[in-house]
């Protein structure tokens, strides 16, 4: 089972300031450093990829105050800090419009670091599948806003995404460890962090899930037309549907 908490993350208007973002970047890129030196890459992927570490190093940096922006300024803040060819390790991907430049970003880091195409190509599919399972897989009513990977000089990688629930205005982050998850659709998080709202989820990479995603394909592989048909005539109204069977 992947890990969940509770954190309230409301949408804020306005930007961190210039000054508290510029310290941000210089204690982070000090941070990230000792981490390196000390435990190596990977260690700091595990790290990042905590929801609550990453909640912790946002208040160490000074974004002390828990809104939607504490994931956006704070891997905003990393990717200005990280230097790819001095750490081993890149950051791809930001807020809205960075979003969808992840994967022409990850392709230059890939050639930074002399990776191969098809390692490039793997790396390119996580990032999609990420934010394909987190926009349509998990169906909690978030919308998908921010996309970053990390990954390493040799490959290994986390994601961080965040949506906006469309109507509460609040902020949902999933976290994903390439070491840590064996299928994109079933159980791949390693962590969902977000409000305590007590609303319908369909959360279609459950294990439980798996005779649904069965389903699914064999709707999808078969011809649509019928099932169409089919749901038309079960939204009709009672009368109408009665009269339709008769």
Same mark, same amino acid.
């Given at each position: 089972?992947?890990?969940?908490?509770?954190?309230? $993350?409301?949408?804020?208007?306005? !930007?961190?300031?210039? =000054?508290?973002?510029?310290?941000?970047?210089?204690?982070? !890129?000090?941070?990230?450093?000792?981490?390196?030196?000390?435990?190596?890459?990977?260690?700091?992927?595990?790290?990042? +990829?905590?929801?609550? =570490?990453? /909640?912790?190093?946002?208040?160490? $940096?000074?974004?002390?105050? @828990? +809104?939607?922006?504490?994931?956006?300024?704070?891997?905003?803040?990393?990717?200005?800090?990280?230097?790819?060819?001095?750490?081993?390790?890149?950051?791809?991907?930001? !807020?809205?419009?960075?979003?969808? !430049?992840?994967?022409?970003? #990850?392709?230059?880091?890939?050639?930074?670091?002399? $990776?191969?195409?098809?390692?490039?190509?793997? $790396? /390119?599919?996580?990032?999609?599948?990420?934010?394909?399972?987190?926009?349509?897989?998990?169906?909690?009513?978030? /919308?998908?806003? @921010?996309? #970053?990977?990390?990954?390493?000089?040799?490959?290994?990688?986390?994601?961080?995404?965040?949506?906006?629930?469309?109507?509460?205005?609040?902020?949902?982050?999933?976290?994903?460890?390439?070491?840590?998850?064996?299928?994109?659709?079933?159980?791949?998080?390693?962590?969902?962090?977000?409000?305590?709202?007590?609303?319908?989820?369909?959360?279609?990479?459950?294990?439980? +899930?798996?005779?649904? /995603?069965?389903?699914?394909?064999?709707?999808?592989?078969?011809?649509?037309?019928?099932?169409?048909?089919? =749901?038309?005539?079960?939204?009709?109204?009672?009368?109408?549907?009665?009269?339709?069977?008769?």
């Amino acid at each position: 089972m992947p890990k969940t908490g509770i954190a309230n $993350l409301p949408l804020h208007p306005g !930007k961190a300031p210039r =000054w508290l973002f510029k310290r941000m970047v210089l204690l982070s !890129k000090g941070i990230v450093e000792v981490i390196i030196y000390e435990y190596g890459r990977d260690e700091f992927l595990r790290r990042i +990829s905590d929801p609550f =570490w990453f /909640q912790a190093l946002s208040c160490v $940096l000074g974004y002390d105050w @828990h +809104s939607s922006g504490t994931t956006t300024v704070t891997c905003g803040a990393l990717k200005e800090a990280i230097d790819p060819e001095k750490f081993g390790l890149a950051i791809a991907g930001g !807020k809205g419009k960075a979003s969808r !430049k992840t994967l022409s970003e #990850v392709e230059k880091i890939g050639e930074l670091y002399n $990776l191969s195409t098809s390692s490039i190509d793997e $790396l /390119q599919y996580s990032s999609r599948m990420a934010a394909k399972v987190d926009n349509t897989m998990i169906q909690d009513h978030y /919308q998908l806003y @921010h996309h #970053v990977m990390i990954l390493t000089e040799k490959s290994k990688w986390c994601i961080i995404q965040q949506g906006m629930h469309v109507n509460s205005k609040y902020a949902r982050r999933y976290h994903w460890l390439s070491e840590t998850f064996e299928s994109f659709v079933c159980e791949p998080h390693n962590a969902i962090i977000g409000e305590n709202k007590q609303e319908t989820v369909l959360d279609m990479t459950a294990k439980q +899930s798996m005779p649904a /995603q069965k389903i699914s394909v064999d709707l999808v592989n078969d011809n649509p037309l019928h099932l169409k048909r089919e =749901w038309a005539e079960l939204t009709l109204p009672y009368n109408q549907s009665k009269r339709s069977v008769i």
